[in-house]
């Protein structure tokens, strides 16, 4: 079995930053991408950040230049760091990662528990 387990949600004031963190544990042969992903109230879910085991980056528009993401391949972790955050960044936030569980097996995509971001004054 495979565990996604986040920390570092919280609120915020508009203009702050947080930092997210993501530790995949359990039945892993190798992890491709790992990412976060959002969903607000009455919207459907969407990529923030992801991020390949080879360094490759892909970032939402709406993130671009605030957002930063970064693995650590050797512990299985990702992080995401928010800087300058708005209203409309507050969501519900997924890590979700890509995983191999055992050679010869197909990629699965697993998803932690979620983490609530609030961005307000």
């Known amino acids: 079995q495979v565990q996604l387990v986040e920390s570092g949600g919280g609120l915020v004031q508009p203009g702050g930053s947080l930092r997210l963190s993501c530790a995949a544990s359990g039945s892993i042969f190798s992890i491709y991408a790992m990412g976060w992903y959002r969903q607000a109230p009455g919207k459907q879910r969407e990529l923030v950040a992801a991020g390949t085991y080879g360094g490759n980056t892909n970032y939402a528009d709406s993130v671009k230049g605030r957002f930063t993401i970064s693995r650590d391949n050797a512990k299985n972790t990702v992080t995401l760091q928010m800087n300058s955050l708005k209203p409309e960044d507050t969501a519900v936030y997924y890590c979700?990662?890509?995983?191999?569980?055992?050679?010869?097996?197909?990629?699965?995509?697993?998803w932690g528990q979620g983490t609530q971001v609030t961005v307000s004054s």
């Open positions: 979700n990662a890509e995983i191999q569980p055992k050679p010869y097996t197909t990629l699965n995509h697993y």
